[in-house]
T-cell receptor, first 111, second 110 residues
Framework: QQQVKQSPQSLIVQKGGISIINCAYE??????FPWYQQFPGKGPALLIA?????SEKKEGRFTISFNKSAKQFSLHIMDSQPGDSATYFC??????????FGSGTQLTVLP | DTEVTQTPKHLVMGMTNKKSLKCEQH?????MYWYKQKAKKPPELMFV???????INESVPSRFSPECPNSSLLNLHLHALQPEDSALYLC?????????FGPGTRLTVT
């Protein structure tokens, strides 16, 4: 009930391409869905987040798409750059309580 | 400013040592967290402090002892650790559910 499933485990994209990472959740009480970007040896950085009252949120090259009925949300990185190469974690929480993380996606953007 | 600071950045300790990790935030956040992260895994919640009181302890062994001296500071006291406790230890603070992580302390237990 608390699980968040993330796919793919790893992703290789050419520079300029679109990177897409997907997450699915089970607990319909989740009301906050953030994405974190983590570089090796660093802490996760909050990238973008969405609440279930909207279906899409865009910040620069990063977009979250949210499908409440399917209990799925995804991160799209447009015009992917080598500097975007990192591990991305989706997460979910209920009523501002602790985060439940996905398993992570290692993104490599080739120059 | 969404900065959470952690010291030290790196720590090597023997199994009989006692050491402490420190975390600080000045964003006025009233919830603070300790996580443990192993390589290629998501952060694993250890403790949650809410309004300076321990609200969640995720069945963490007693060799890890958290402390919240005030609303800006969070410590993690370490004693008699095992080699399998080697990991990146992350502190985070949150405001209305938005959690901000520090850079972490890379702990190696020898």
């Amino acid at each position: 009930q608390q699980q968040v499933k993330q796919s793919p485990q790893s992703l290789i994209v050419q520079k300029g391409g679109i990177s897409i990472i997907n997450c699915a959740y089970e607990n319909t009480a989740f009301d906050y869905f953030p994405w974190y970007q983590q570089f090796p040896g660093k802490g996760p950085a909050l990238l973008i987040a969405i609440r279930p009252d909207v279906s899409e949120k865009k910040e620069g090259r990063f977009t979250i798409s949210f499908n409440k009925s399917a209990k799925q949300f995804s991160l799209h990185i447009m015009d992917s750059q080598p500097g975007d190469s990192a591990t991305y974690f989706c997460a979910a929480s209920r009523s501002a309580r602790q985060l439940t993380f996905g398993s992570g996606t290692q993104l490599t953007v080739l120059p | 400013d969404t900065e959470v600071t952690q010291t030290p950045k790196h720590l090597v300790m023997g199994m009989t040592n006692k050491k402490s990790l420190k975390c600080e935030q000045h964003m006025g956040h009233r919830a603070m967290y300790w996580y443990k992260q192993k390589a290629k895994k998501p952060p694993e919640l250890m403790f949650v402090y809410s309004y300076e009181k321990l609200s969640i302890n995720e069945s963490v062994p007693s060799r890890f002892s958290p402390e919240c001296p005030n609303s800006s500071l969070l410590n993690l006291h370490l004693h008699a650790l095992q080699p399998e406790d080697s990991a990146l230890y992350l502190c985070a603070s949150s405001h209305y559910g938005e959690q901000y992580f520090g850079p972490g302390t890379r702990l190696t237990v020898t």
